[in-house]
C-alpha cells in the first residue's frame, strides 16, 4: 500500500465556493472591502472544515481571493508599482495559519483534526488517477421540493441533498461511501446546521478559531495587524481593527 493510500483513506471533500461579484470588484480596496470578501469565504470554509472532519475526509481548499495584500510594513494594499491586479488569489497562508492546520492538536481538547490540501490538488500530475476519476457531486437543494432526494443516481454519480443537515444526517449518509474517492458539494451555504453534540461543537470551535491568521499593516499603530476571525458573523458589531490593548493580541492563544 503506497504513502499516498495510507494517509488518505478517508478519501477528499470539496465543494464550488460562492462569491458574489459586488465583493470581488465594488468600491474601493480598502480595509473594509477586503475583509468583507475574505470573510464571506471564511464563513463558507468553516462550514467544509467541519462537514470534512465529521465525514473523517481531506478538505481540498478553495482558491482564496484577497483585495489587499499581506506584507510586514504599513502599505496601501498592493506594494506600489508591482503588476497586482485586485482582486487576485492570495497565497492560503495570508489568511490562515497553515502550520497551525496541519499540527497535531490533542484530540480531547480540540476534537479531530482537519487534512487540507491545496485548490491545485487535482490538476496536479501527481494525483493518482483513481482519485481524479471517483467523484460524487452532492447538490443542495430544498427539503420537500420534487427530486430532493438523498439516493445516489448511479448513472451520473449525483447526491440530491436536502440543505440544512445535521452531523447524524451527514454521517448516515455519506460515511458508507467510502469508495468514493472525492465528494465534491455543490455549495457549502446552508449544507451544515451544526453539531448535535455540544461537546464536539466546542472542540471544533476551539480548533478553528486557531486556523485564521493576521492582515498586516496599517500605519499609524502598534501593532498594525489585525486579526481574522472564523467566527466573525458572530459578533454584529466586529470590525476589522487592530489590537486595542495588549489583551487583544493573540485572542485565541
Known sequence: MSAFTVCHTGGFLTFKPSIPKSLLLDGEHNLQTHFSLVNYQMKQIRTALAIASILNRTLVMPPVWCRLDKLWFPHSGII????????????????????????????????????????SFFDNPSTPAQVKDSW????????????????????????????????????TLLSPLKDVKVIQFSSMQDAFLGFSDKASEEKFRKRVKRYVGIWCCVGGHDPGHIYYDMYWDEKPDWKPLPPQTPEDDHPYR
Open 136 to 171: 460524487l457531486d452532492v447538490q443542495l437543494c430544498q427539503q420537500g421540493s420534487e427530486k430532493c432526494q438523498s439516493n445516489i443516481t448511479n448513472t451520473t454519480r449525483v447526491l440530491r441533498f436536502p440543505k440544512h443537515n445535521n452531523e447524524e444526517t451527514l454521517t
Open 80 to 119: 506600489a508599482g508591482s503588476m497586482t491586479r485586485q482582486p487576485f488569489i492570495c497565497p492560503l497562508d495570508h489568511v490562515f495559519e497553515v502550520h497551525t492546520m496541519l499540527k497535531a492538536l490533542p484530540v480531547e481538547e480540540y476534537g479531530p483534526g482537519n487534512n487540507i490540501r491545496e485548490y
